[in-house]
């Protein structure tokens, strides 16, 4: 048997990451590890960057290139999205990396420890944190970039699983809280496997159907409405399923709000924003490029989910107690608003309102969890709402910063939340369906709904009085720092002057058939 | 023509001025004051240069300014002024100034910083002036939506009772009004995207496209009820006497003077010409709900206890006229309607500030904690009568003119109408001079002799905020000519070129 052609080239970035993850794990072997903190955290900024410079050079020449025999397309949307997953991985990792808060960082020594066990304390207060968290965080990565740009069926579900499996490790990491933490990593292990395993069966019915799993065959069969219909729409509804889980779209949400506050907070941001921008960047291109000559079949379920999806995201939100919490749902809502942007098939401002928003919402998403792993006190972050009442006068400045951040949530004006949501309405107006006006109309209703809780937690910042048990707030080290001023800056630049970055997802929107 | 940009300077000015005064040291609050003081005479001054530039007979959009801003989609910051919204942004720097030195010691003594109240009321200014000179829908709306983040903050950091509960209330209801808008604003942009080829916001382009009947009723619909949260109209209003009685006294001053006309404005200059099918369709309900509206709030304020409450709810009323005026379709009344817009602001604004010199002598608003006040401070009382009696449009003063010119124009048309809204004219007559009697006439309050403040007449100080508003309700009721110069041709421009109205011939009746 012949081996396809392979373009190392347009692999680069993936291979790349892949190696240095590889070597992560070799560092952790050979490495004295009162040394590998350092080193791990150069490794990985270098290996990500380096990555980085390689997409930038791809996207400037306009690179389209399907390789590996059809398993994985390089075009816009894969550059543009693995730019992205870059760029928030960078970001977040320097949230994950911050050790200045707490002794040891936020990750816990061993995990192995026994909850509660004197080795349990000890490790808790004077032990570094772990230093697997960089490898593992590589890996995801490298799982979600192939994750957005695999071009059949099969290579999508390795990256699924590529990218999963670290995740789940690393929500079972935190230093403190760590029964909650295992729990939300069990939760998130059976959850997902339970979707990886609906994934997979509807490959495989996708492959009865189709008698293919590349998206290009699947495309033609499709086009040539050929084959059982049964066989194609419990295959393609099985596969959406896990798709939309990882997405975080109801009713496949529940396990959001559990794992998100149960993970270690660097964690939840990285899930939270790259883990998104892989989940939709994967269900845009098999929606656009295989299964778009079904769309008249799909868009009315999508639709309801979607709906489904806004309305419970932001309704519950209103209930939350907790910040972290609160986030969840306000990033299960975000899940629906994204769902309306990819319902705007088949026109290419749906792939490009859908990867602006990614954009605007990764970054104003890891900003506010990196305000959260500030507001602490003896026991770590302190995430119950009332203990936040007062911050603004304890700390105007964080306040502030986390006020504009919620107000970028809530869309107003002047932040990338706005332009963001613009976008998308506005391409599913365009997309000259009646569906598109519905979804708007319950976006809009939703975002009034949302608008509460993020200006509750407004309230009880700046309005009421500080009580006895308000937490203090870090300084923030230089890591978080950087992280909360990328996170702003970028916030108010999509704001205020969206428009380099609206023609980049309008000049990469078109997907390679 | 000249080519000073004055609509972006003014917008921006107010931003500057902000930014300086909230960087000053905390522990100099004078010094903020002085700077916040002389920064918005300067933006005064400014606005008068402007006010002198405008050329009355002129075109009707004057000092436009372009500038690109997200070219992919069309939007560009744009600014032009005709005299509608000329008139709002003189109100706007009039007031601002006469607010500032009413608020002097406002923020004072809670534990609040008080160079942030003076940058809050900076900023506020700079969304105000934008809102009113923005002629791009894109850029109307920004400046709709963050207006509303100055005076939350405004509302719930220096309010008074109940703050929280009315700062949340007032951005909640004027987010869902604009989110309505929002997806108007979209819809419209759409629908002008694929009828002109090309994206555009550009208001006078969008004036030109032609709309489905179905499609510009639902637009329309998702603007006005915007509007409408924001003017207030009935029903929408419920969040404007619990904002009014809880914000500082300088805040609803320009809550209710200048915030809620963008309501009003907006039906003007959004509604009525990009829609105007749409506007004579829904005109019957919009004129029931300002007609409701004048007989509601008015009752509701005979009744109320709250000094503050009380001014709110005749803003409702006064609303209901404005409203009455847009939505009869004559440019006699649509003129007074934007006139009133200019002489409620003056005229109740001087009514917020002179109820928060007592509130502030008294420490309460309640009506029952008052009575005889006038023998303890006469000249305050004095100022108090007159912004009541220039509140219920007493002959002579500006709001009269204005009140008799829709009134008139609406007869021509609509009879029932006017008849009904004329009736509102009694009902304001009961609230107002039955609250001054409750408050100033009559024996003196026993409770109110001992408080220290109450010996304090009208200081120079209150002086200083209240002899501007005054000479200005006393010329402007004598010698209009000038204002109604330049809003007239804009309010005929709306009517005939925009909506194709023509006013009624002069009949036997009203002849």
Known sequence: MKLPAIDY???????????????????????????????????????????????????????????????????????????????????SLLLVAERSLERGGTFVAQAAVVVGSEADRRQAAREPGATEVYPLAVFALSGMMLFVSSNDLLTMFVALEVFSLPLYLLCALARRRRLLSQEAALKYFLLGAFASAFFLFGIALLYGYAGRVDFAGIRGAVRAHEGSEVLLFAGLALLVIGLLFKAAAAPFHVWIPDVYQGAPTPITAFMAACTKVAAFGALLRVLYVAFDGAQWDYKPVLGVIAVLTMLIGSILAVTQTDIKRLLAYSSIANAGYLLVGVLAVPTTSGVSSTMFYLVAYGFTVVAAFAVVTLVRDADGEATHLSRWAGLGKRSPLLSAIFTFLLLAFAGIPLTSGFTSKFAIFSAALDAQDDLGIWLVIVGVITSMILAFPYLRVVVMMWLSEPGESTPSVSLPGALTSATLAIGVFVTLLLGLAPQPVLELTDRAADFIR | MTSFPYLSVLTLAPLVGAAIVAFLPRRRPALAKQVALIWSLAVLALTTVM?????????????????????????????????????????????????????????????????????????????????????????????????????????????????????VKFFLYSLVGGLFMLAAVIGLWVLAGRALGEPTFDWQALTQIDLSTGAERWLFLGFFIAFAVKAPFFPFH?????????????????????????????????????????????????????????????????????????????????????GVGIFAFTTQAGTGAVLYMLNHGLATGLL????????????????????????????????????????????????????????????????????????????????????????????????????????????????????????????????????????????????????????????????
């Open chain 1, 9 to 91: 080239a347009a692999l680069a970035p993936m291979l790349i990451l892949f190696g240095v993850a590889c070597l992560g794990v070799l560092v952790e072997a050979f490495v004295p590890r009162a040394r590998r903190q350092p080193v791990q955290v150069v490794l990985a900024l270098a290996g990500l960057i380096a990555a980085l410079i390689v997409i930038i050079r791809q996207a400037t020449e306009q690179k389209e290139v399907i390789t590996i025999g059809g398993a994985v397309a390089v075009d816009g949307p894969t550059l543009f999205l693995q730019g992205t997953i870059v760029v928030l991985g960078i970001v």
């Open chain 2, 51 to 167: 006010w002198v530039a405008f050329e009355a007979g002129g075109s009707r959009f004057q000092f436009r300014e372009s500038y690109p801003w997200i070219p992919v989609w069309g939007v560009n910051v744009t600014f032009a002024a005709d005299g509608i919204a000329l008139v709002m942004l003189a109100l706007i720097a009039v007031l601002l100034p006469v607010v500032i030195i009413a608020s002097w010691h406002d923020a004072e003594g809670g534990r609040r910083s008080v160079p942030a109240y003076f940058a809050l009321l900076l900023v506020l200014e700079s969304t105000m002036i934008g809102v009113f000179a923005a002629a791009d829908v894109f850029l109307f709306y920004v400046f709709f939506e963050i207006m509303l983040v100055p005076m939350y903050f405004l509302i719930g950091s220096f309010g008074g009772h109940q703050r929280q509960y009315a700062a």
């Open chain 2, 238 to 322: 419920t969040w404007l006497p619990d904002a009014g009685s809880a914000a500082p006294a300088g805040a609803a001053a320009l809550l209710v003077g200048v915030l809620d006309k963008v309501g009003t404005f907006g039906i003007l200059r959004y509604c009525l010409p990009l829609f105007p099918e749409a506007s004579r369709y829904f005109a019957p309900l919009a004129l029931t709900l300002a007609v409701v509206g004048i007989i509601y709030a008015a009752l509701l304020a005979v009744g109320q206890n709250d000094l503050k409450r009380l001014v709110a709810y005749t803003s409702i009323a006064h609303f209901g006229f404005i």
């Open chain 2, 352 to 511: 917020f500030l002179v109820v928060g010199m007592f509130v502030a002598r008294r420490g309460s608003a309640l009506i029952s904690d008052f009575g005889g006040a006038g023998t303890m401070v006469p000249v305050l009382a004095g100022v108090f009568l007159f912004a009541g009696l220039a509140s219920l449009a007493l002959p002579g003063l500006a709001p009269f003119v204005s009140e008799f010119m829709v009134l008139i124009g609406t007869l021509t048309v609509n009879k029932t109408v006017a008849v009904i809204a004329t009736a509102g004219i009694v009902l304001a007559a009961a609230y107002v001079l039955w609250m001054i009697q409750r408050t100033t006439q009559g024996t003196l309050n026993p409770a109110l002799s001992t408080v220290d403040g109450m010996r304090r007449d009208l200081t120079w100080r209150e002086t200083a905020v209240v002899a501007p508003l005054i000479v200005l309700l006393i010329v402007l009721g004598f010698y209009p000519k000038p204002v109604i110069d330049v809003i007239n041709p804009a309010v005929t421009a709306t009517l005939q070129q925009d909506m194709g109205v023509q006013d009624p011939a002069p009949t036997e009746a009203s002849r």
